[in-house]
């Protein structure tokens, strides 16, 4: 099987390992994978179907929000139920404005997650919000939970931004708004990271992340980020947007930025579309690791976009076939055949690139274009060990890529 580097990024960011329950996030270890949940935390039932569902899709990590007594009160039984279903994916509790008294309220709540999301930007490191923030930082330095210091452009602490504003306007050059505002986000992560250390979280306890809507913005501030601290970062773009402008707006600031090394734990937001699965965040992030060979998730399937050339749906049809099918079996060979998750399938449709294709493949096939002789040779290896014809063709080539795997 042709195998799939791991941390193939020439030039890794050295960050500090953060160990999120039995999860390690930066040190070096593989970009993990998270997701957030969109369902009422106090809806129970919802809400632990969502998590298993995202875990069962590979979230190595799932936050969810606990904006209210009533979603305090529902984290430990969520957790309870979820463990009862051997589903041990850490969770991460989503703190804005009341954090502090919610811990302090509801310690099972506190007990439950592995990690609280503080936002600095409404609970603060000013004199004034220090006292919330201490709080929620002695709780989890007590209760050795991690912490993510999560800075998003839409909540940035308007004190901090209006002091650099002012201290911009005194420049006899003076910067960017846009300058100033990006070091505002990266000045209001790393203090107040530097603030949770001096109140006796480990560096070890802390992730960070500095979210915006704008591609290129966010590979410049994750560069400062980079430059300027070794915590453990958290990549995400925020209201990337619905279906194709939200997919494509993540992979291509996550692109740039995994990269050049940063980044340990990636999060693909996307507004949900009616109808479509949560999960589908999970596996958008997943494709931007395997795609830069980063990591890989499952056997990769390689399909021509198809042309004139191609003579019926047939092509479309076993391309799409067989990736339902890696799929589908994915979870019982990662346990039973241990790299399987680094095969590469090729299904091609004419004789142009189809041999070629398949031939780089572990196992390949090419169907026939038009005037081709009907059939489609299948390549296992480089090498041509069959040639498939009639109506279950896909059946009798998926049968092939099992014998493969089991091989
Ligand atoms: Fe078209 Fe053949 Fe190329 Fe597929 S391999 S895109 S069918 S020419």
Sequence with gaps: MSSLSQQAAPNRHQTVCVDIDGVKVGGGHVVRVQSMTNTDTANIDATVA??????????????????RDEAARAVPYIRE??????????????????????????????????????????VGFKEKRDSQFLSMIELAAKLDKAVRIGVNWGSLDQDLAQSLMDENAKLSEPRSPQDVTREALVQSALGSAERAEQLGLGKDRIVIS?????????????????????????????EAGMGDKGIVASTAALSILLSEGIGDTIRVSLTPEPGAAREREVRVAQEILQSLHLRSFSPQVIACPGCGRTTSTSFQELAMDIQNYVRTRMP???????????????????????????????????????GETPSAPVFVDGEKVATLKGENLAKQFQEMVEAYVQK
């Design 332 to 370: 019982e060979w990662r346990t039973a055949y241990p790299g399987a998750e680094s095969l590469k399938l090729a299904v091609m449709g004419c004789i142009v690139n189809g041999p070629g294709e398949s031939k780089q493949a572990d196992i390949g096939i090419s169907l026939p274009g038009t």
């Design 81 to 122: 139920k979820l463990l009862a279903q051997n589903v041990t994916v850490p969770l991460i509790g989503d703190f804005h404005y009341i954090g502090h008294k919610l811990l302090a309220d509801h310690p099972a709540c506190a007990e439950a997650l592995a990690k609280f999301r503080i936002n600095p930007g409404n």
């Design 210 to 238: 500095c979210k915006v809507s704008e591609a290129p913005e966010l590979v410049n501030v994750y560069r400062l980020l980079a430059e300027r601290s070794t915590y453990a970062l958290h990549l995400g773009l925020t």
């Design 50 to 67: 969502q998590v298993a569902a995202l875990a069962g899709a590979g979230s190595e990590l799932v936050r969810l929000t606990v904006d």
